[in-house]
């Protein structure tokens, strides 16, 4: 029968990775943070409180913040670098930079700092909101491959520790900038050995076709290094490699760090300096899905650390002190999407009868899946269902049909409007990449502990949507404001 003809109308199949579920209310635990669990009522709960309350109280769609998870996971990563890169070992230690693109505001980074954690930013709003939170500038890093003027100037007032370099045309404005304050910039180049990493392989090459960085291969990487070791207004503290992200294979990292510690010792004998450090960037994955199998952190700092070792052995060079720099294993487990179901729709295609389940967020709080075809998974929130499970699909309220949050994904068949639908592992990239698509107000970040509930980014207001139109002035209709948030 041609497939345009419709035949017994069966549901769509899962995709090959996604197995039928055991028990279709239960959540798989490795896919939430360490405080979340469902109540005999199948409720949601997180650090004892249930989602069917936050949402009562709060509303949806709104992200949902596991504090003690996210500082805990910080802790763990500062502990077991400084453990895999201890003097011991023969190494010279470790720190962990948080990546502040993945998600970050206030709270999020004085927690950072507390956890005795450095912070990576890559623009002057984030450096804002890290100096308004009391990091010292000293634990700060500032990326970017078009550093403004301004930038700089607020990175060298600041005290920001490190200016990772990405351009010769950056050691020019920033030497510039640095002499007219008479100071001396920390500068570490970030440099790209022709790794590029994708999930479960990597490609190495000798050249990269990416606006980031400075070619090894090509001299680049060189020819910055003389520039800012000549100057007396820079001083090279190390050399910096960032491969890509959500990567779950090591063999990539090892490449990396074999070419960026080759090239160390390289600036060593033509120079006579000494880089003290060595950048290996973020990038570690993460499980978003029953699909994903990242390796325990643990086992990837003491791997980095051997190749580290083995490297700086085979080179004859002495050990520089490491940072690596993740955002997304850090942040992404500790929260979750909260939203809640408003249609229902079982639409007839090729595969067979799809269920399409509409919330009231999209794309404008997720845009990984239509940007990157990410894979999420997600759970009925608010109560057990009794039903079957059948494939879902997830999507949102924006007008584009790519308005996807989870592709595939069994939820019990009764799934209904008003049921809250919970979305695990949005703490990266969803937030920060956030817009206003469609004029929807940006969901805020609910911060949960035993004790505390509160917003730590509160959700956007009409008035705060409107005030970049002067002909919304006064948003109100009839002298009524429309927003139910503000009434
Ligand atoms: C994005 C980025 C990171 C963080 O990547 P994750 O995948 O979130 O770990 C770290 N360093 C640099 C330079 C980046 O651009």
């Known amino acids: 029968m041609p497939a345009h003809i419709a035949g017994p109308l069966h549901a769509t199949p899962a995709p090959v990775w996604l197995p039928y579920p055991d028990d279709v209310n239960a959540v798989m635990p490795s896919l939430w943070s360490d405080n979340v669990a469902k109540d005999s009522d199948g409720v949601l709960t997180v650090a004892g409180h249930p989602v069917t309350d936050l949402a009562e109280r709060f509303g949806t769609p709104t992200f949902v913040f596991d504090v003690d998870d996210f500082v805990s996971r910080a802790e763990l990563f500062r502990q077991a670098y400084s453990a895999a890169f201890a003097p011991e070992h023969g190494l010279a230690g470790a720190d962990v930079f948080y990546a502040g ?42 990326h970017g491959n078009n550093k403004s003027v301004a930038e700089l100037e607020y990175a060298l007032d600041y005290g920001v520790g490190r200016i990772i370099v990405d351009s010769l045309d950056e050691i020019d404005r920033l030497e510039t900038i640095a002499a007219a304050k008479g100071v001396v910039a920390p500068v570490m180049l970030r440099v790209t050995v022709g790794v590029e990493a994708h999930t479960h392989d990597f490609i190495a090459t000798a050249h990269e076709d990416q606006k980031f960085g400075l070619s090894v291969s090509a001299g680049k990487a060189s020819a910055a290094a003389a520039r800012v070791v000549d100057s007396a207004h820079l001083r090279l503290d190390g050399l910096h490699s960032h491969i890509g992200s959500q990567i779950f294979d090591i063999s990539g990292f090892q490449v990396a760090a074999a070419r960026v510690l080759a090239l160390r010792a390289e600036i060593m ?106 894979d999420y998974s997600c759970t009925l929130a ?102 139910p948030a503000e009434r």
């Not at 942040?331 to 179901?341: E, G, I, N, Q």
């Not at 949507?465 to 006064?474: E, I, K, Q, T």
């Open 101 to 142: 693109k993945a998600f970050l505001c206030t709270a999020v980074a004085r927690w950072v700092h507390e956890a005795g954690l450095g912070l990576d930013t890559c623009s002057l709003g984030e450096m804002m909101i890290a100096r308004a939170a009391g990091v010292p500038g000293a634990s700060v890093g500032l």
């Open 269 to 374: 004998a033509t120079h006579g300096v000494d880089l003290p450090e060595v950048d290996l960037g973020g990038g570690f994955g993460i499980r978003y899905t029953s699909q994903d199998t990242p390796i325990p952190v643990a086992e990837m700092a003491s791997e980095l650390a051997a190749v580290v070792a083995k490297e700086c052995r085979g080179l004859g060079t002495n050990v520089p002190r490491i940072s690596i720099e993740p955002g997304r294993a850090i942040v992404s487990p500790a929260v979750f999407t909260l939203y809640r179901v408003g249609t229902v729709k079982e639409v007839v295609t090729d595969e067979g009868v799809r269920t399409y389940v509409a919330v009231d967020g999209g794309m404008s709080d997720n845009i990984r899946t239509a940007l990157y075809d990410a």
């Open 382 to 483: 608010n109560r057990n269902s009794p039903a079957a499970p059948v494939v879902v699909r997830v999507v949102g309220m924006h007008c584009e049909s790519g308005d996807v949050i989870v592709r595939d994904e069994y939820m019990g068949g009764d799934v209904a409007p008003g049921d809250l639908l919970a979305v695990p592992g949005t703490g990266a990239y969803c937030r920060s990449l956030s817009s206003n698509y469609n004029h929807v107000t940006r969901p805020g970040v609910l911060a949960v502990t035993r004790d505390r509930v509160e917003w730590i980014v509160t959700p956007e207001t009409y008035s705060q949507l409107f005030a970049s139109d002067p002909g919304m002035a006064d948003p109100t209709t009839d002298g009524k404001n429309p927003d």
